[in-house]
């Protein structure tokens, strides 16, 4: 996967160190950025090299103009807070868009989210044949563990130090958005609305696609009634879409509680983790679980399930932190890491 090319430029110091810093901690096997303190400078190493978006900031105006003649996109950090949301624009699906304004004083994710989508077109080139390669990863718990979100989330965490993650969460009132605070304005429901509507492509597609910590999420169904109506085949056109138009190399997917098809969405997946817990009653909901499957035609699907008891609650999480930081580095953090690794077996 090539890595993003960026030119930022700000005269403020501490904000420019504090930009570069973020991107160099949590971005840097995606992207290479060039930081400049001066505007002459920027422009001047416009003109000599390619890249894939120039972020302009403070003390930047007077340069503006000669910068939009390079013919790249163009993200202008404005210190005005916009009073409204800007309605959303479809761009037609060979042209990217040239210039766009975010608030710089806002989480590094949205500003993050906006390069994504304005070098859409130079993040998907000479993509032909990731189809073939792109795995899904599928997490169910047919006990309904109340660790099933933050053990997809973690797993999507530690998949993402060596591969390109996005994660996806069919969780009803999955608590993601209070929990992780995590943002975003659209969800799934939007996406698959606009590839239902056949007005979906990728700059479109990574408007609705956000970042948290390592790995790239869609926001997960706000409204119960979207997820009730999600399909099978709106399942296999949103892989289809994601296989096609975007260079994702996995997609971790928790397939929540009640979901259609469910049997059919899982024989999409490369593997499966199935989480459980240690007792009869849970052991009896696993057991009519394996017995749909069978009935449903699926049974080469237990050959891909891993079988997990996972032995941990979520009473003890609270809010005011980064829970995701904080159930990383925690003793279930550490059971995630060691189960990939191998240093510990659930039932097979």
């Known amino acids: 996967m090539r890595k993003l090319t960026v030119a930022f430029c700000d005269t403020d110091e501490v904000y420019r160190s504090r930009f570069v810093t973020y991107l160099m901690e949590h971005q840097a096997k995606e992207m290479t950025i060039c930081a400049f303190s ?12 390619d890249f894939d978006v120039i972020i302009s900031g403070s003390g930047c105006i007077s340069v503006e103009e000669e910068l939009e003649e390079a013919g790249i996109p163009i993200i202008v950090l404005t210190e005005e807070m916009p009073g409204l949301v800007a309605e959303e624009t479809d761009f037609p699906v060979n042209e990217k868009p ?31 044949g990731i189809a073939c390669r792109q795995e899904v990863i599928g997490i169910y718990s047919p006990a309904k563990h109340e660790m099933q979100v933050p053990f997809s989330m973690i797993l999507a965490t530690i998949l993402s130090e060596k591969r390109k993650i996005l994660y996806l969460n069919f969780m009803q009132f999955s608590g993601m958005f209070k929990t992780f605070a995590i943002c975003g304005e659209s969800d799934v429901g939007d996406v698959i609305l606009r590839l239902r509507k056949g007005s979906m492509n990728a700059e479109n597609f990574l408007k609705s696609v ?31 879409f994601i296989r096609k138009e975007t260079d994702f190399e996995a997609l971790a997917i928790d397939f929540g509680t009640g979901v259609q098809s469910l049997a059919e969405m899982l024989e999409e997946c490369s593997s499966c983790y199935c989480l459980g817990k ?55 953090g ?15």
Do not use: C
């Open 278 to 332: 240690t007792g009869y009653f849970y052991e009896s909901q696993l057991e009519e679980f394996l017995n749909y499957l069978e009935k449903a035609g699926k049974g080469d699907l237990l050959e891909r399930i891993h079988m997990i008891d996972l032995p941990f609650s979520a009473k003890n999480l609270r809010g005011g932190t980064n829970i995701l930081e904080q159930l990383l580095w925690s003793e279930f």
């Open 210 to 240: 956000y970042v948290a910590g390592q790995f790239s999420y869609i926001p997960p169904f706000r409204n119960p009634e979207q997820l009730g109506e999600f399909s099978i085949e709106d399942f296999r056109a949103l892989l289809d």
């Open 98 to 128: 040239r210039k766009s304004s975010v608030f710089k004083y806002q989480p590094m994710e949205r500003i993050l989210h906006e390069i994504h989508v304005v070098t859409g077109g130079s993040r998907n080139a000479g993509m032909t």
């Open 334 to 348: 550490d059971y995630v890491r060691n189960y990939l690794s191998g240093d510990i077996y659930g039932r097979e």
């Open 38 to 49: 001066e505007p002459e400078l920027l422009l001047e190493h416009v003109k000599k090299r």
